[in-house]
């Protein structure tokens, strides 16, 4: 099969939208165009009906028993900013205590860091080499004014996957609310919100072959009144989350997440085919590379990789025909060392030269083994030169 070029390897970042889905959506535009809220003529029924469909689609991707468990938002940024202020105005503690992980996303930590600098304590907890925070740690911070804990089921850089049905467990024995934003695992992995004991599970659509611009909240039903909503207006969304719903973008997130559904788990498999073959040709060819984060605890299409001795700069500059990205690409325009693999330890110049492939439903073996050839050569072409450099300084 002919390669298309650039080829996408950055579906940490977004996904392509699946033709499938786009082809669910396109009647939500054209023809049963009404308003979910709409409840005296049949575009709103029409509109109603098809939204009800896609909450229960999700609810059941998820393990959740009754469908009103779902919330929709605009994305997974929207689901973790109304758990994360909303539980602190709802808590009646004075001083809010809430715990969460130094490799959780910007939407997490912004967050945290916004709600201290007005009063609350958070406890941000460390995690190992591989990535993973250590559930008697999380025990151990608990205090009398903890509400929450808040820790991502799978991570946007590295892929890995924390232990949170240990941590909803002791969330749940100690009476305190666990989050855990999935908005990486969903379509990836199996998710159980009875499982993992979650209140609050944080979704996207745009991860997993949907559309970008919706996303969901997982909300356990006796905990709705632990949260007041960040919008307010017409009381859609259980009053939680005002503002007419995305009927279309709804029904292609439901079909998204039933296709997913549907591939796995060949699918999966088939995507860490291609990881491991990247991976196995990386480490045949070049000395001085490492991988980061856990090695079996990860998403399938998720590779991580550091390369000593060349410029991080300079590496991601050379990949016209390739798009991925180093680090996090919600924070791509930065040129800080992306915090994730700095909490691994990793030291800054080290961070700096890591690269994340981000393999999906639709790559092909010959486009990793074109992108294991080219990356290839790149490092070697760097380090010759930065070789060449440091000889002619001598
Ligand atoms: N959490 C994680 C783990 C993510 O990877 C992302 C997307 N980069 C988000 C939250 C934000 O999701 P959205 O784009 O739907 O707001």
């Not at 469908?67 to 900013?81: K, Q």
């Not at 130094?102 to 080499?129: F, I, K, M, Y």
């Not at 205090?143 to 240990?166: C, H, R």
Request: hydrophobic share 45%.
């Amino acid at each position: 099969m002919a390669i298309e070029f650039p080829i996408y390897l950055d579906n940490h970042a977004t996904t392509r939208t699946d033709p499938r889905v786009l082809a669910a959506m396109e009647p939500y535009f054209t023809q049963d165009y009404g308003n979910a809220s709409s409840g005296s003529h049949v575009f709103g029924w029409r509109a109603e009906e098809a939204l009800q469909l896609a909450r229960e689609r999700l609810a059941q991707a998820i393990g959740a028993e009754d469908a009103r468990e779902i919330l929709f938002t605009s994305g997974a940024t929207e689901s973790n900013n109304t758990v994360l202020f909303g539980a602190v105005a709802a808590s009646e503690k004075k001083t809010p205590h809430l715990i969460t992980v130094a490799t959780e996303h910007r939407s997490v930590l912004d967050p945290c860091r916004v709600l201290q600098e007005r009063g609350a304590r958070v406890t941000v907890l460390p995690v190992d080499a591989g990535g993973l925070v250590d559930p008697e740690a999380i025990a151990c911070a608990i205090e009398p004014d903890t509400i929450l804990v808040s820790v991502m089921l799978a991570n946007n850089e590295i892929g890995v996957l924390q232990p949170v049905e240990k941590i909803g467990a002791i969330c749940r024995e100690a009476g305190i609310l666990f989050h855990t934003d999935a908005a990486q695992a969903l379509g990836k992995t199996q998710m159980s919100v009875e499982r993992m004991q979650a209140d609050f599970v944080s979704l996207s659509a745009h991860k997993c072959y949907g559309p970008k611009g919706i996303g969901a909240l997982y909300l356990r039903n006796v905990v709705r009144r632990k949260l007041q909503p960040l919008l307010y207006g017409g009381g859609q969304e259980r009053g939680l989350r005002s503002g007419t719903v995305a009927v279309p973008l709804a029904v292609g997130f439901a079909r998204a997440v039933e296709l997913c559904a549907q591939a796995m788990p060949g699918e999966g498999r088939k995507i860490w085919e291609l990881r491991e073959r990247l991976w196995q040709r990386l480490q045949a060819s070049l000395d001085g590379i490492s991988l980061n984060g856990h090695a079996l605890r990860r998403l399938p299409g998720n590779l991580n990789v550091a390369f000593e001795g060349v410029d991080g700069a300079a590496l991601l500059a050379a990949f016209s025909k390739v798009a991925l990205s180093s680090g996090s690409a919600c924070h791509s325009s930065a040129t800080e060392p992306s915090h994730v693999l700095l909490a691994l330890g990793l030291a800054p110049a080290l961070a700096k030269a890591s690269l994340r492939f981000g393999i999906g439903r639709f790559n092909t073996d010959e486009e990793i083994d074109w992108v294991a050839d080219h990356v290839i050569e790149v490092v070697r072409t760097l380090r010759a030169k930065r070789q060449g450099a440091s000889s002619a300084k001598v």
